[in-house]
C-alpha cells in the first residue's frame, strides 16, 4: 500500500469482535482480487484460472440466517446474536451486513416478544429456559419465510398467544417449526421437531428448478451465485443428452436434478439417509425421471460400476463436490479405476482441490479449465469449478 493511500474503513461495527467476516477491511473489488491471487497461488500450476465471478451487490446475501441467545447478567436482559470465532460468547447482533434483512427484523423481534411473554433463554448448565436459537430461511426467489425456534424443552408456555403476535408482526412468514434440543452439544438442531405452523418446509427456484427445503435439508445460502456455479458445472460437463452423469456427495441432488434435463441418465450417491429422502422428493417435485439416487459410499459405487461386465456399466461424466476437507483417496482411486472421459469438480477449498488434482493428474488427467465463484463475499472462502479431461493412453 503507498505510504499516503487511505486504509479502508470495515462497514460493519461487529467486525473485530465477531470474526465472521474475515475480508471486512477490504473492499469488495480487493477481496476478488485477494480471492483471485489465492486461486493462482494453489492452482494456476494446472492450467490457466479464469478471472473470478463476483457479485453485483456482495450484501445480505445469506438465505439463512440463525441466531444464538442468552442472557446477558451485567445488563439484565435477553441478547440474541452469533458466536465469537473460536469462543463460545454471544456476539449481539441486531442487522448483519452479509445477512437476509428479512431474517435479522424476525430474530430481533423475537427477542422483544420474550420480554413480552417473560420466556428465558435456555442455559445449557443449569438446564433451564426455554429459547436456545432461530433459524430463519428464506426462498430467495419464492419469498417464502420458514422459522425454527430451537428450544432446549418441548414444553412452549402460551404458544397460540406467542405464534400469533409473531404472525402479526410478520405475516409473510409460511411456516413456524419448534425444534427440541436439550443436550450439551455444538449442533444447533436437535431430533424432535414439531410443526406448529404452515406446511412444515418452504419452496425455492433455482437453474429453473423447484427444491423442497426443510429445517435440516441443505441449501445453499447463496442463490444467486449458486446458479452461477452449477450453470458453470454442468456447461463444464458438456452435456449433450447422450450422457449417463454420476453426481457423488450428491447432498439432496440439487445439482443432479438440474443437470438431468441435459443428460441421458443421472446417478446420485449420498452417504446421508436423510439427504436421500429429499432428493427423492425434489426428483419428484420437478417430473425429473432419469435421475435416480443411492444411499452409499460413492467411491464403493464407482469401484463396482468399474469391476461390472454389464454393457449398460459406464459413467461418462463424474460430477464431485466434497466437503472442504477435500475428497479421500480411496474415492480419487475409484475415479481412476472407471476412468469416464470427465471430471468436474466442485470445490469451496483450493488447498486441498490442488492436493487432489496433482494426484489425478499424476495418473490419466488433464486440468483444462478453472473457474473461481465468489460465494461467500466478505469472507476467506471462495469456490472453484475445474474441468479434468482423460488423457488418452495414459
Known amino acids: 500500500m503507498a505510504k499516503n493511500a487511505k486504509k479502508h474503513t470495515a462497514e460493519c461495527p461487529l467486525y473485530k469482535k465477531c470474526g465472521g467476516c474475515q475480508l471486512q477491511n477490504m473492499t469488495y473489488p480487493e477481496q476478488l482480487a485477494y480471492k483471485q491471487r489465492k486461486e493462482e497461488r494453489w492452482l494456476s500450476k494446472f492450467c490457466h484460472v479464469e478471472p473470478i465471478i463476483g457479485m453485483e451487490d456482495p450484501h445480505h446475501y445469506r438465505n439463512k440466517v440463525q441466531a444464538a441467545f442468552a442472557w446477558d447478567q451485567r445488563h439484565r436482559k435477553v441478547i440474541s446474536g452469533v458466536y465469537q470465532s473460536g469462543s463460545h460468547s454471544i456476539v449481539p447482533v441486531n442487522d448483519c ?144 443428452g447422450n450422457e449417463t452423469l454420476f453426481d457423488s456427495y450428491c447432498g439432496t441432488g440439487t445439482i443432479g436434478i438440474i443437470a438431468a434435463k441435459q443428460a441421458k441418465n443421472v446417478i446420485g450417491v449420498e452417504l446421508n439417509r436423510d439427504a436421500v429422502k429429499d432428493a427423492i422428493s425434489n426428483a419428484k417435485r420437478n417430473d425429473i425421471n432419469n435421475i435416480r439416487f443411492i444411499c452409499g459410499d460413492a467411491g464403493n459405487f464407482l469401484s463396482a460400476i468399474a469391476e461390472s461386465d454389464e454393457e449398460d456399466a459406464h459413467v461418462d461424466v463424474i460430477m464431485m463436490d466434497p466437503p472442504r476437507a477435500g475428497s479421500s483417496q480411496e474415492f480419487l482411486d475409484s475415479v481412476l479405476k472407471l476412468s469416464p472421459p470427465k471430471v468436474v469438480y466442485v470445490s469451496c477449498n483450493p488447498e486441498t482441490l490442488h492436493r487432489d488434482l496433482k494426484y489425478l493428474t499424476q495418473y490419466g488427467y488433464s486440468c483444462e479449465k478453472i473457474q473461481p465463484v465468489d460465494m461467500f463475499p466478505y469472507t476467506s472462502h471462495v469456490e472453484t469449478v475445474c474441468l479434468m479431461s482423460r488423457v488418452e493412453g495414459k
Open 97 to 240: 451486513l452479509i445477512e437476509d434483512r428479512k431474517a435479522d427484523e424476525i430474530i430481533v423481534d423475537i427477542r422483544r416478544l420474550m420480554t413480552s411473554f417473560k420466556m428465558q433463554p435456555y442455559d445449557e448448565d443449569s438446564r433451564r429456559g426455554f429459547l436456545r436459537h432461530v433459524l430463519v430461511k428464506r426462498g430467495f426467489s419464492t419469498g417464502q419465510i420458514m422459522v425454527v425456534l430451537v428450544t432446549g424443552t418441548p414444553m412452549f408456555p402460551s404458544r397460540r398467544n406467542f405464534l400469533k403476535a409473531l404472525l402479526e408482526l410478520h405475516p409473510d412468514i409460511t411456516t413456524i417449526i419448534q425444534n427440541v434440543n436439550p443436550y450439551r452439544t455444538n449442533l444447533v438442531l436437535g431430533k424432535q421437531e414439531q410443526v406448529l405452523y404452515g406446511p412444515g418446509y418452504i419452496e425455492d427456484t433455482l437453474c429453473g428448478c423447484t427444491f423442497r427445503i426443510s429445517a435440516k435439508s441443505f441449501y445453499q445460502i447463496n442463490p444467486v451465485q449458486c446458479e452461477k456455479l452449477y450453470r458453470t458445472a454442468i456447461d463444464y460437463a458438456g452435456l449433450t
